[in-house]
């Protein structure tokens, strides 16, 4: 894919309605499995500029399109999430000739972190759970389906015959894998649109600070309760008093969700299920030494730190 050059700034600029002087950093800086970020400074402010595949489909760019306009509909509800810049055309995706692009204002963040303020993290996500939004993205398996015993097989044998050096300590952490997802099945409770990718690199202190809520991308419905569980899973663990302390705030902020049993952990039981086994699919697909480490460091966040029926109960218990 074509990657976006100092002889793309004219168009970038014209295209946001944006002013001279202007400068867009030499490269990207920050990159994720899902795309990279330019820096663009401009006499009117500074601004995140994501690319946006050429080879999107119809699909994906309406996703794309429903988790902006749900991060428009928070930044008004007064959400802390970066403020997103139309193109003087009014659209979020802008064509700068075979290149397309968005933008977002600047946030300096810090890396993620796990003890951010449990108060002001239960808060933010209660108050984000109380946006009024109604997208158009629907239940979504990643979050709602188990991979299955039969996949989990079928990916150890392959990382065994591959000597993957992860391979017997994630065999280790199968059966439990299995056991909780066995949890999964019933149906979700009210649902409402939820950003569901509150994990730590997406929720992040700023320099100032402050929480802020980015990366809207996989927007859609899902319970509010199970996104709950989520974030305790991610900034609990088994703290039960950071559990309790996000718990509080949330209900005091009026989120709608509440985790009262096992099945409440749906989403965080799926979503870490499905990113465990993609990081294994993109371990044995690659074919350099740094995107098989790349992919084996995706896989040992979960093995470093599993999600497990104890972790269930004790963020219950909390």
Same mark, same amino acid.
């Given at each position: ?5 100092d002889l793309d700034?004219?168009h %970038?600029?014209? #295209? ?5 002087? #202007? ?6 800086? #920050? ?6 970020i330019?820096? $663009?400074? /401009? #006499?009117?402010?500074?601004? =995140?500029?994501? *690319? ?9 760019? +309406?996703? $794309? $399109?429903d988790?902006?306009?749900? *991060?428009e509909?928070a930044? +008004?509800? +007064?959400?802390?999430?970066p403020?997103?810049r139309?193109?003087?055309?009014? @659209?979020?995706?802008?064509d700068l000739?075979?290149i397309?692009?968005?933008i977002?204002?600047w946030?300096? %963040?810090q ?7 449990p108060?002001?993290?239960g ?8 946006v009024?939004f109604?997208?158009?993205m629907g $239940? ?5 389906e188990?991979?299955?015993? @039969?996949?989990?097989?079928e990916?150890?044998a *392959?990382?065994?015959?591959? @000597?993957a ?6 065999? =280790? ?5 299995v056991a909780?997802?066995g949890?999964l099945g019933?149906e979700p409770g009210a649902?409402r ?7 730590a690199?997406?929720?992040?202190r700023t320099?100032? +600070? ?10 859609g419905?899902?319970d509010?309760? *199970?996104e709950?569980a989520?974030?305790?899973v991610?900034f =609990? ?6 559990s ?9 902020a ?6 009262t049993?096992s099945r409440d ?6 979503? %870490? ?9 993109r371990?044995?697909a690659? /074919?350099?030494?740094?995107?098989r ?11 470093d730190r599993p %999600? /497990? ?7 219950l218990?909390?």
């Amino acid at each position: 894919m074509e990657t976006l050059d100092d002889l793309d700034l004219p168009h %970038l600029l014209a #295209a946001f309605g944006l002013s001279e002087p #202007a400068r867009l950093s030499d490269g990207p800086v #920050a990159s994720g499995r899902l795309g990279s970020i330019w820096r $663009l400074d /401009t #006499a009117d402010g500074s601004w =995140a500029v994501k *690319q946006v595949a050429t080879n999107a489909s119809s699909d994906e760019i +309406g996703e $794309l $399109l429903d988790g902006a306009a749900f *991060q428009e509909a928070a930044v +008004g509800a +007064g959400i802390p999430a970066p403020a997103i810049r139309r193109s003087t055309a009014g @659209r979020i995706v802008a064509d700068l000739g075979g290149i397309r692009v968005r933008i977002n204002a600047w946030v300096a %963040l810090q890396p993620p972190a796990l003890d951010l303020d449990p108060v002001e993290l239960g808060r933010v996500v209660g108050h984000l759970h109380r946006v009024e939004f109604r997208g158009s993205m629907g $239940l979504h398996p990643w979050y709602t389906e188990p991979v299955g015993a @039969r996949r989990w097989t079928e990916v150890l044998a *392959q990382l065994r015959s591959r @000597r993957a050096p992860f391979a017997d300590e994630l065999d =280790a952490l199968i059966p439990e894998i299995v056991a909780l997802e066995g949890f999964l099945g019933d149906e979700p409770g009210a649902l409402r649109t939820c950003h569901r990718d509150l994990w730590a690199d997406n929720v992040r202190r700023t320099a100032s +600070g402050g929480i802020c809520v980015f990366d809207f991308d996989n927007a859609g419905l899902a319970d509010p309760s *199970q996104e709950l569980a989520l974030v305790l899973v991610e900034f =609990a663990y088994v703290d039960t008093a950071r559990s309790r302390a996000i718990r509080d705030a949330y209900a005091d902020a009026g989120g709608p969700g509440r985790v009262t049993s096992s099945r409440d952990f749906a989403m965080p039981i799926a979503q %870490l299920a499905h990113i465990v086994e993609a990081g294994c699919r993109r371990w044995l697909a690659a /074919t350099t030494d740094d995107a098989r480490a790349d992919n084996e460091a995706w896989v040992r966040e979960f093995i470093d730190r599993p %999600l /497990t029926r104890a972790v269930v109960e004790a963020l219950l218990d909390g």
